[in-house]
């Protein structure tokens, strides 16, 4: 494991007291070559990822050491690609493996990867799901690309045990070829036991009730079938930020950053001191108060005050880019993952 140590201030002098602005990057070693899009951290210790080529890590020691976890024969017969997983302890992660129809599945373990069960798999011939997120280890729900001008929410309230879509009738009418990218499973931002916020192309569903009635707005972010929103985070009900832009021109700055503070009723285009390119993955630091990181394959922007204004960071010393970031619930101690195996551990202080 090598450890490369950025005395990064983020430029951010005159606001460094507003919140955290010192981290630390520790590259660590998957020794895996597939591209890491889902992270999960549950503690200084315990971190979970997954990726491209039926990979599944899981970390026990804080990084020192991933293992790949050996899987049965029903989760490597075929390739999937696992872009989400959400671990609920250190025992428990779900895991969301993506593609058209009966490649879009879930998995459950309750026994740190030595046993899955298959929980669910898409039926539909023109289904895809996208992302996942929880509330409890009971309570969460999946977002997949809309079918026939329908939006597709699957919610459980069992664990995962059964998995029933939001009915039609609930949910405002799709617009055309409407999804959502599944790029760091971070489509899906959840707040207290009810709320949960949804980011589509350029549009935000929301649900105040667990996923009873739903809402839906429109963002100013630039929509294409290479560019939209690709991620979503609220730090309460009220404030929130999404972020993305075209990952087929990963250095464009353009129309990628919208922030909140209606609670996802209307949202604001940051285009001055806005993000320095194409980001697939935002989260508020835990305890950080308006602090946030949105990361991504060309590198990373930090802001102290909502979403209102960002400052550029360098991947340089890591030679690598990163997917997806993962937040230690109550410790702003992060896991960051991406292409090549990549892996990093953030702490800031």
Not at 7 to 34: M, R, Y
Not at 287 to 315: C, E, H
Request: proline content about 5%; overall charge negative; hydrophobic content about 40%.
């Amino acid at each position: 494991m090598k450890s490369f140590f950025l005395p990064l201030l983020f430029v951010l002098a005159c606001v460094a007291a507003a919140g955290p602005t010192s981290p630390v990057w520790t590259k660590q070693d998957s020794n895996v070559s597939a591209r890491l899009r889902g992270i999960s951290a549950v503690s200084d210790n315990v971190a979970w990822a997954s990726g491209s080529a039926n990979t599944v890590l899981r970390t026990a020691d804080g990084g020192a050491n991933w293992k790949k976890i050996p899987l049965p024969e029903q989760m490597t017969a075929a390739p999937l690609d696992f872009r989400d997983i959400d671990a609920i302890d250190e025992q428990t992660a779900y895991l969301l493996s993506i593609g058209e129809s009966t490649a879009s599945r879930i998995f459950k373990t309750t026994d740190s990867g030595a046993h899955w069960m298959l929980q669910y798999t898409n039926p539909d011939p023109k289904g895809f799901l996208d992302a996942m997120a929880f509330w409890d280890a009971d309570n969460g729900l999946v977002i997949g690309d809309s079918i026939d001008g329908h939006l597709q929410i699957l919610i459980t309230i069992n664990g995962g045990a059964s998995w029933t879509k939001v009915p039609d009738a609930t949910l405002p009418p799709a617009l055309p070829g409407e999804g959502a990218f599944s790029a760091s499973g971070s489509n899906i931002a959840m707040i207290g036991v009810n709320d949960a916020w949804i980011a589509m192309n350029a549009r935000v569903l929301h649900t105040s009730d667990r996923g009873k009635t739903w809402s839906v707005s429109t963002t100013p972010i630039d929509s294409s079938e290479s560019a939209g929103i690709f991620s979503i985070t609220f730090r309460d009900s009220s404030h929130g930020v999404v972020v993305g832009g075209d990952y087929k021109n990963e250095n464009a700055a353009i129309n990628n950053v919208a922030i909140t503070a209606d609670g996802g009723k209307t949202w604001k285009l940051i285009r001055e001191k806005g993000l320095t390119g194409y980001r697939s993955a935002v989260k508020y630091l835990p305890g950080g108060g308006k602090s946030m990181i949105a990361v991504g394959p060309t590198g990373a922007d930090f802001s102290n005050d909502d979403g209102q204004t960002w400052t550029a960071l360098s991947y340089a010393p890591l030679n690598t880019g990163f997917d997806a970031i993962s937040f230690v619930r109550g410790h702003t101690t992060a896991w960051v993952s991406g292409n090549q195996g990549a892996l990093a551990q953030l702490k800031f202080d």
